[in-house]
């Protein structure tokens, strides 16, 4: 089997026939500018053309920042342009979970878990494949529209959980956990926190609580523990201000 | 008509007539010529007829492949397209002057200042469009690629990956870590930019010649697009 090397025929809507997303084609999760200014780049014409779900590995692991458009000209990151392209190539769900699952590389699996949360359509899989990969605390380097900022795989996984826009395009809509757990289809979270959690708890309301809970914080990466849980741990303005831009 | 037989005179130079200055052709050879053109033609055609009852497009050879066959018309095969090995040399013109025939280019075709294409003998004026243009059906087809790329399967993605991690470590090992061998090797990428500085020097302070077909290529910006 075999696909274009560009992806002209794939954006051209008259005629595709390729594999679905959610019922339509699997460029269009990407919004139109972004399509256009990922299709314009340099980097795509010359490094993502003719790539396929192996030689894809050559571009993924020379990457180095994570991150949507940047700069006046909204010019789209590297990382963009190749989830941009797995979305073209579409592969098998075992090479995607191969992806993730390696250790080694960790902005290969940063865009390996994008691409999950953009074309798989069954929530409880997304919920049950990427919750795992909150406890991975390793650095990212994250390119935002005005400059620099620095995130963790946790924070970006999490982020892909909750947020409804992330690096410049508008994630298709996930089902909160709560809902899933309602109905259901998935176990309720247990964190990788686990005692420490219930030990927070224990001293929710005590001043001294408060001292350590930040120092709980300072110690832990990972933020967040799926949606309605009473947030034992306290956001700073500062790590707002991280997640800013997309 | 250069036979002649010899005349009343006995000379067999050639006569001079009324029309002997005027161009002859030999009709042999044209004959034949246009033989194997239509034999060649019924042959496509037929490639066309089989090429598609199977479903399939034929894919004409193109004609640089065919000076390589030694002119015969064989049905080559188009190879996949795969991505690019290498970065695609755009910057190291840059800065250098280079003589060029002025008469060779005609807007896009042949070989003028810019970026060129040998395959397509077209020229470029940035990278962005030569790049545009070294992905465009034109070009693929003119150098035997099929413009499809052959998918993977997961074997060969853990393959991939296993190479790479193997060439990433193998990098690392022949890095140099030791102080003292570093500064050798500083000292000696010092030395070699020395002596392309002071190259470089020298050509420009020799006289440049005059004349006919120098086109001096300076770009504003040196045309190369990021």
Same mark, same amino acid.
């Given at each position: 089997?075999?696909?274009?090397?560009?992806?002209?025929?794939?954006?051209?809507?008259?005629?595709?026939?390729?594999?679905?997303?959610?019922?339509?084609?699997?460029?269009?999760?990407?919004?139109?500018?972004?399509?256009?200014?990922?299709?314009?780049?340099?980097?795509?014409?010359?490094?993502?053309?003719?790539?396929?779900?192996?030689?894809?590995? =050559?571009?993924? !692991?020379?990457?180095?920042? @994570?991150?949507? &458009?940047?700069?006046?000209?909204?010019? *789209?990151?590297? #990382? /963009?342009?190749?989830?941009?392209?797995?979305?073209?190539?579409?592969?098998?769900?075992?090479?995607?979970?191969?992806?993730?699952?390696?250790?080694?590389?960790?902005?290969?699996?940063?865009?390996?878990?994008?691409?999950?949360?953009?074309?798989?359509?069954?929530?409880?899989?997304?919920?049950?494949?990427?919750?795992?990969?909150?406890?991975?605390?390793?650095?990212?380097?994250?390119?935002?529209?005005?400059?620099?900022?620095?995130?963790?795989?946790?924070?970006?996984? =999490?982020?892909? !959980?909750?947020?409804?826009? @992330?690096?410049? &395009?508008?994630?298709?809509?996930?089902? *909160?956990?709560? #809902? /899933?757990?309602?109905?259901?289809?998935?176990?309720?979270?247990?964190?990788?926190?686990?005692?420490?959690?219930?030990?927070?708890?224990?001293?929710?309301?005590?001043?001294?609580?408060?001292?350590?809970?930040?120092?709980?914080?300072?110690?832990?990466?990972?933020?967040?523990?799926?949606?309605?849980?009473?947030?034992?741990?306290?956001?700073?303005?500062?790590?707002?201000?991280?997640?800013?831009?997309? | 008509?250069?036979?002649?037989?010899?005349?009343?005179?006995?000379?067999?130079?050639?006569?001079?007539?009324?029309?002997?200055?005027?161009?002859?052709?030999?009709?042999?050879?044209?004959?034949?010529?246009?033989?194997?053109?239509?034999?060649?033609?019924?042959?496509?055609?037929?490639?066309?007829?089989?090429?598609?009852?199977?479903?399939?497009?034929?894919?004409?050879?193109?004609?640089?492949?065919?000076?390589?066959?030694?002119?015969?018309?064989?049905?080559?095969?188009?190879?996949?397209?795969?991505?690019?090995?290498?970065?695609?040399?755009?910057?190291?013109?840059?800065?250098?002057?280079?003589?060029?025939?002025?008469?060779?280019?005609?807007?896009?075709?042949?070989?003028?200042?810019?970026?060129?294409?040998?395959?397509?003998?077209?020229?470029?004026?940035?990278?962005?469009?030569?790049?545009?243009?070294?992905?465009?059906?034109?070009?693929?087809?003119?150098?035997?690629?099929?413009?499809?790329?052959?998918?993977?399967?997961?074997?060969?993605?853990?393959?991939?990956?296993?190479?790479?991690?193997?060439?990433?470590?193998?990098?690392?090992?022949?890095?140099?870590?030791?102080?003292?061998?570093?500064?050798?090797?500083?000292?000696?990428?010092?030395?070699?930019?020395?002596?392309?500085?002071?190259?470089?020097?020298?050509?420009?302070?020799?006289?440049?010649?005059?004349?006919?077909?120098?086109?001096?290529?300076?770009?504003?910006?040196?045309?190369?697009?990021?």
């Amino acid at each position: 089997m075999a696909h274009h090397a560009d992806a002209k025929r794939a954006l051209d809507e008259r005629g595709y026939t390729g594999s679905l997303i959610r019922g339509d084609n699997p460029l269009k999760l990407f919004e139109k500018p972004v399509r256009d200014r990922i299709i314009e780049s340099y980097y795509w014409k010359e490094q993502c053309f003719g790539l396929n779900a192996a030689t894809l590995l =050559d571009r993924a !692991l020379e990457l180095t920042f @994570i991150g949507g &458009t940047y700069g006046v000209a909204q010019r *789209p990151t590297p #990382f /963009l342009c190749l989830a941009f392209k797995l979305l073209q190539l579409t592969p098998d769900k075992e090479i995607i979970l191969f992806y993730l699952r390696q250790e080694e590389f960790k902005y290969l699996r940063a865009l390996a878990a994008f691409y999950i949360r953009l074309a798989w359509e069954k929530d409880a899989e997304v919920y049950e494949t990427l919750e795992p990969y909150l406890a991975d605390a390793r650095k990212l380097k994250r390119r935002t529209r005005e400059g620099w900022a620095l995130t963790h795989v946790d924070e970006f996984v =999490d982020d892909l !959980l909750v947020k409804s826009r @992330i690096c410049a &395009t508008t994630l298709p809509k996930l089902n *909160p956990r709560l #809902f /899933l757990e309602d109905e259901d289809k998935l176990e309720p979270r247990i964190s990788a926190l686990g005692e420490e959690l219930e030990e927070l708890d224990g001293d929710d309301g005590e001043s001294d609580g408060e001292v350590e809970e930040v120092e709980a914080m300072a110690g832990e990466h990972a933020i967040g523990n799926g949606h309605g849980n009473s947030h034992v741990v306290s956001d700073d303005g500062a790590s707002d201000e991280v997640m800013d831009g997309d | 008509m250069s036979d002649r037989k010899p005349d009343a005179y006995g000379s067999s130079a050639p006569k001079t007539t009324d029309t002997s200055h005027r161009r002859t052709w030999d009709r042999t050879a044209y004959a034949e010529k246009a033989a194997s053109r239509e034999a060649q033609i019924k042959e496509e055609g037929k490639a066309r007829y089989e090429a598609s009852l199977k479903g399939q497009k034929y894919h004409a050879p193109h004609h640089k492949s065919s000076i390589l066959n030694d002119n015969e018309h064989k049905f080559e095969e188009t190879h996949d397209t795969s991505a690019r090995q290498a970065r695609l040399n755009v910057a190291d013109q840059v800065g250098k002057t280079q003589v060029i025939i002025s008469g060779a280019g005609q807007g896009k075709r042949g070989k003028s200042a810019g970026f060129y294409c040998e395959v397509c003998d077209l020229t470029y004026k940035d990278n962005l469009q030569f790049v545009e243009h070294l992905n465009s059906r034109q070009h693929l087809v003119a150098s035997g690629e099929s413009g499809e790329v052959r998918r993977a399967g997961l074997e060969e993605v853990k393959a991939r990956f296993a190479y790479l991690v193997a060439n990433r470590k193998e990098a690392k090992a022949r890095e140099v870590v030791d102080l003292g061998e570093r500064i050798e090797v500083a000292r000696e990428v010092e030395e070699r930019e020395r002596e392309e500085k002071r190259r470089r020097r020298n050509e420009k302070r020799r006289k440049t010649e005059g004349g006919v077909g120098v086109v001096e290529v300076k770009v504003e910006g040196d045309g190369v697009i990021c």
